[in-house]
C-alpha cells in the first residue's frame, strides 16, 4: 500500500511539470502584452516598460522563463505579480474560501444525487423514476451561469423584498455557512443530476446480478439486501465521479464565485486572467493540477476499501 | 460585528410586519438586519478592487479614487458648475499664469493630529514626480519646471531627485514654477493625484513606507478604521474623522466593499445589502429607472468616444474634410445611444465635455447633426463613393463590436458606401500602427480627462506634439489659441479662447465625436444627497442617512 502509494506520487511529478508547462506556455501565448494591461489603453512608459522586462524575465525565451519559474516554485515561492503584490498574498485564505464552496457542493451532490437516484431507482419505471430523470435532463441543460444570477435574483433579492426572510445572502462570504449554501448549490446543479442518473443506472444494473437475486430468495431482509450487497457493489461509479468532480469543482468555481462575489480562486483566477497576471494564472492552475492528482489518489485507494477483491502494492 | 442568530431573525421578523402593513415609511435602518461585515450602521459603497495600494500618485483609476477621496482633501475641489472652489488652498494666485503662490488654510489637520503644512504637499508631489518611484500619477506634474531633470528619458541618469520648480516660503505657503504659462493650473489641483502626504508617510526622504498604501493617513473626512491588504481583504473599512476641520460628516463610517461582477453588486444593492454604486451594469439600466426612481442617478461623465481619421497619412477618404463631414453626418448617434447603449451614452455635439465649464451645447453643429440626405450628397461631392471602402479600426477585447457595426451600417445605407470594420486584438496596435503612419483606415478612439479644463480635451488630442495625437492634425493658428487660453489671465477669459480653438476643430473634424459617457448609480434607502463629481467620485462627506 505505501510503495503504490509512493509510485503513484513519483508518476504525479511528470504530470505536474507538463500541465505546469503546458499553462505557461498557454497564458504567455496570449495575445497582448501584459505590461500594455497595466496601463489600460495608454501608453506604455518606456522606462517602466524595460524596467518590467528585466525583473520578469519578458525578453528571455519561453523555456528559460519556465526555467525560472520552476527555480522559484522549488523554494515556495510563487513569485510576485506585475503590480508588486506577492502571489502567495494574493492566495492567502483564497483556497480556503473555495475549497469551502467546493466541499459544499460535493454535499449537495453526495446527499440529493445518491438519495434522488436510490429512489428512481427503486421506482423503476413508474412516474417518480420519469420524473427525476426530466428534472436532472432540465438541470444539466440549464448553465452555472443562467442558475447562478436567477436563484440570486429570485432568493437573494426577491425572496427577501417579498417576505423579509433575509436567509440567503447575494454576495460575499460575510454570513459564514450561510453564504455558501446557494452558491454551492448552483456549483454543484449539473453534478447533481450527472449523480442521479449514475447512481440510478448503477443501482439498476446492480439490482439485477445474480448475488442480489440469491440473498432475496434466501429470504434476506429487503433492507439488508439492499445495504449491505446492492448499494456497496455499485458506490465505486460513484465515488469515482465524486472524488474526480471535487477538482473539477475547485476549477468550476470561477463562473460561481464571480455571479456571488466569493473571494476564492476562481474569482481570483478570472480576474487574474483579465488582468493579464501571469504569474498568478499558472500558480493557481499548478495548485489546481495538484489537488486534482491526490483527489485521484484518494479515490483509488477508497476502492480498496469498497471492494475487497482490489489489492494495491 | 456578528449578529446573533436571535437577533437575526426578530429582526426578520420586524421587516415582514412593515412589508405586510405596506408601510412605505423608510424609517429606521432596515439595513441592520443583514449582518454587515464591518459596522452595523456603515454606508456601503461598491468598487472593484483598486489595483494599486492606497496611495494618491498612484491612483489612476476610479475605484481607488473613490476611497483616497473619503481619505484626503486637496486644494480644490468642485462646485455644481464643475468649477474648482479652494478646500484646502486658502488662494491659488499668479500674476502672469507662470509661477502660482499656494497658500494653505489653517486647521486642517493629518489623522494623526499633525497639521497640514505645505511641505506636505511639496514632498507628495516630488514622491510621485520622481520617475524612479514609478507613479501613475507621475505624468500629471509634466508641466511644472524640473520634471525633466527628474523623468529624462530611456537610458538617461536623472540628475535631481525634487522638483526645482516648487519651493516652500512657509509652512502656509508653497510656489510652483510652470514651465509655460496656464491659466487652467487650478483645475489640475483637485485630482487625486495632488494630494498632499504627510511626515508620517515617509521612511525616509523620498522614500514612502511599505506600509503605508494599506494604511493610509489622510487629511480627509474619513479615517482607515482596519488595514486593508490588498489582494486579500474584500473591504475597506472607514470611520468618520471627529476633527475634521470643515465639521463632522452626516454618517459614522463608510465601508468600501469590493466586486467582481457589477451585475453582483446591483442584485446586493436591491436587496438592500449595499448602499451606493456609482456605475451601473449596462443591462440593469432600464430595472435601475424603475425600481430606484429618485434614488437613479444620470449625468454626464468625462469620457468621450470617437471616430477618428489619420489626416495626414490615411488613405484618400481619411484625408478628404468634406467626406469626413459626410461621414458624421451620417451617423445617427441618436439611434446608437440609445439602443446600442441603452442608454449609457448620450450623443457627441463638442469636442469639451458636459462636465467641464466650457461645454457649448450642440457647438459641433450641422457636422454632428443626423442628416441622411445631406451627408450623401456630400459625400458624392466630395468624390466619396470613388476613394474605396471605409475602414473602421477597434480593438475586440473592449465591447466595442456593436457600435462600431452600427456605425458601419449607417454609413452603408446613408452614403452608400463600402464599409468593412476591422477589429484588432489591442487598442495598442492601433496606436502603434498609427504612431508609424501604417494605419490608412478610421480607428475608435476615446478619451477620458485628466482634469476638468477645455484645455485637457484639445491639447493632447489635436496639439502638435500632444501625447495622444494620433491624427496627425497640426495647425497653428490653433496652437496659438490654446497659448492665448494659457495665458490668460482667468479661467473664465482662457476658456472663450479655448473654445475658439474647438471651433477650428469643428471645423476640420480629425476626429469625429460620437458619444459622451454617462455615469449610471443608484442609491438604496438608507442614504441620501447622494452627489457624484466630475471624477465619478461620490462626495460622502455630505451623504447622509435617510
Not at chain 1, 469543482?249 to 483579465?274: C, D, K, R
Not at chain 2, 410586519?17 to 441592520?32: N, R
Not at chain 2, 504637499?121 to 507613479?135: E, H
Not at chain 2, 490654446?482 to 475658439?500: P, R
Amino acid at each position: 500500500m505505501g510503495r503504490y502509494v509512493l509510485r503513484r506520487l513519483l508518476q504525479a511529478i511528470p504530470v505536474l511539470l507538463g500541465t505546469t508547462f503546458l499553462i505557461f506556455a498557454i497564458v504567455y501565448a496570449l495575445p497582448g502584452d501584459p505590461l500594455q494591461a497595466l496601463a489600460g489603453e495608454k501608453r506604455v512608459d518606456p522606462v517602466f516598460a524595460a524596467a518590467m522586462r528585466e525583473q520578469f524575465h519578458l525578453n528571455e525565451p519561453l523555456i528559460v522563463r519556465y526555467g525560472y519559474y520552476l527555480r522559484d516554485i522549488v523554494s515556495g515561492d510563487f513569485g510576485t505579480t506585475f503590480r508588486g503584490l506577492p502571489v502567495s498574498t494574493i492566495f492567502e485564505g483564497k483556497f480556503q474560501v473555495t475549497l469551502k464552496l467546493a466541499l459544499t457542493a460535493v454535499i449537495f451532490e453526495g446527499i440529493i444525487g445518491i438519495g434522488l437516484g436510490l429512489w428512481a431507482a427503486l421506482r423503476r419505471g413508474r412516474w417518480e423514476d420519469k420524473a427525476v430523470l426530466a428534472v436532472t435532463l432540465l438541470m444539466v441543460s440549464i448553465p452555472t451561469l443562467v442558475s447562478g444570477f436567477v436563484l440570486q435574483l429570485m432568493l437573494g433579492v426577491k425572496l427577501k423584498l417579498a417576505t423579509g426572510i433575509d436567509f440567503f445572502p447575494v454576495a460575499g462570504v460575510q454570513d459564514g455557512v450561510r453564504s455558501y449554501l446557494l452558491p454551492g448549490f448552483v456549483l454543484a446543479m449539473v453534478s447533481i443530476a450527472y449523480l442521479t442518473r449514475l447512481t440510478r443506472t448503477s443501482l439498476m444494473e446492480t439490482l439485477r446480478a445474480d448475488y442480489v437475486r440469491t440473498a432475496i430468495a434466501k429470504g434476506m431482509p429487503r433492507r439488508r439486501v439492499l445495504g449491505r450487497h446492492a448499494l456497496r457493489n455499485s458506490l465505486i461509479p460513484m465515488v469515482t465521479y465524486l472524488g474526480a468532480d471535487l477538482g473539477t469543482l475547485m476549477g468550476g468555481a470561477v463562473i460561481t464565485e464571480t455571479i456571488f462575489n466569493l473571494p476564492g480562486i476562481g474569482q481570483q483566477l478570472f480576474l487574474s486572467v483579465y488582468l493579464r497576471e501571469n504569474p498568478v494564472v499558472v500558480g493557481i492552475v499548478t495548485v489546481l493540477v495538484l489537488i486534482y492528482i491526490v483527489a485521484n489518489l484518494v479515490v483509488d485507494l477508497l476502492y480498496a476499501v469498497l471492494d475487497p477483491r482490489i489489492r494495491y502494492e | 460585528m456578528r449578529v446573533t442568530k436571535g437577533a437575526q431573525i426578530v429582526a426578520g421578523t420586524a421587516l415582514l410586519a412593515l412589508a405586510v402593513a405596506a408601510c412605505g415609511g423608510s424609517g429606521d435602518t432596515a439595513g441592520s438586519s443583514s449582518s454587515a461585515a464591518g459596522n452595523a450602521g456603515a454606508v456601503r459603497v461598491e468598487i472593484a478592487e483598486p489595483q494599486h495600494d492606497l496611495i494618491p500618485g498612484n491612483t489612476t483609476e476610479t475605484s481607488g479614487a473613490e476611497v483616497l477621496n473619503a481619505l484626503f482633501v486637496g486644494l480644490v475641489d468642485y462646485d455644481a458648475d464643475k468649477k474648482p472652489f479652494n478646500r484646502v488652498a486658502e488662494s491659488i494666485e499668479s500674476p502672469d499664469s507662470t509661477t502660482w503662490t499656494i497658500k494653505l488654510k489653517d486647521g486642517y489637520k493629518w489623522h494623526n493630529g499633525e497639521p497640514v503644512v505645505a511641505q506636505n504637499f511639496v514632498d507628495s508631489w516630488n514622491y510621485t514626480a520622481n520617475g524612479a518611484n514609478a507613479q501613475e500619477g507621475n505624468y500629471f506634474f509634466g508641466s511644472i519646471v524640473g520634471y525633466d531633470d527628474l523623468n529624462p528619458g530611456e537610458g538617461k541618469t536623472p540628475t535631481a531627485t525634487t522638483l526645482s520648480g516648487l519651493k516652500v516660503v512657509d509652512d502656509k505657503t508653497f510656489t510652483v514654477e510652470l514651465k509655460n504659462p496656464f491659466s487652467g493650473f487650478p483645475t489640475m489641483l483637485g485630482y487625486t493625484a495632488f494630494y498632499p502626504l504627510p511626515k508620517a508617510a515617509f521612511e525616509s526622504e523620498g522614500k514612502l513606507k511599505a506600509d503605508f498604501g494599506g494604511n493610509p493617513i489622510g487629511n480627509g473626512p474619513f479615517k482607515v478604521s482596519k488595514p486593508w491588504k490588498r489582494g486579500t481583504d474584500q473591504t475597506i473599512s472607514t470611520v468618520r474623522n471627529e476633527d475634521f476641520k470643515e465639521g463632522k460628516a452626516k454618517i459614522d463610517a463608510v465601508e468600501f466593499k469590493i466586486y467582481t461582477d457589477l451585475n453582483t453588486a446591483f442584485n446586493d444593492l436591491r436587496a438592500g445589502n449595499l448602499d451606493i454604486m456609482d456605475q451601473l451594469p449596462a443591462e440593469a439600466i432600464s430595472t435601475a429607472k424603475s425600481e430606484f426612481g429618485d434614488r437613479y442617478i444620470e449625468q454626464p461623465s468625462s469620457g468621450i468616444g470617437y471616430i477618428g481619421f489619420p489626416i495626414k497619412s490615411g488613405a484618400e477618404y481619411a484625408k478628404n474634410a468634406d467626406v469626413r463631414k459626410a461621414i458624421s453626418m451620417a451617423i445617427d448617434r441618436k439611434t446608437i445611444t440609445e439602443t446600442v447603449f441603452s442608454g449609457t451614452r448620450v450623443p457627441a455635439d463638442d469636442f469639451i465635455s458636459p462636465v467641464v465649464s466650457g461645454y457649448r451645447q450642440g457647438a459641433c453643429g450641422e457636422a454632428c447633426t443626423y442628416d441622411p440626405a445631406k451627408a450623401k450628397a456630400l459625400f458624392e461631392q466630395a468624390g466619396g463613393p470613388k476613394m474605396g471602402a471605409i475602414e473602421i479600426g477597434y480593438n475586440g477585447d473592449g465591447g466595442h463590436k456593436e457600435w462600431i457595426e452600427a456605425v458601419a451600417n449607417n454609413l452603408r445605407t446613408n452614403l452608400g458606401a463600402q464599409v468593412t470594420p476591422k477589429p484588432v486584438e489591442k487598442f495598442a496596435t492601433i496606436l502603434d500602427d498609427l504612431g508609424a503612419k501604417k494605419w490608412p483606415g478610421t480607428f475608435r478612439m476615446a478619451w477620458i480627462m485628466d482634469y476638468p479644463s477645455p484645455e485637457n480635451y484639445l491639447r493632447p488630442i489635436f496639439g502638435s506634439g500632444g501625447s495622444s495625437n494620433y491624427s496627425g492634425f497640426k495647425s497653428k493658428a490653433f496652437d496659438d489659441l490654446l497659448t492665448q487660453g494659457d495665458a490668460a489671465k482667468s479661467i473664465e477669459e482662457g476658456v472663450k479662447s479655448y473654445q475658439q480653438a474647438d471651433d477650428l476643430i469643428i471645423k476640420d473634424l480629425p476626429y469625429i465625436p460620437v458619444y459622451f459617457y454617462q455615469t449610471n448609480g443608484a442609491y438604496s434607502q438608507h442614504v441620501k444627497n447622494v452627489k457624484i463629481d466630475p471624477f465619478e467620485r461620490i462626495d460622502l462627506f455630505n451623504v447622509e442617512k435617510a
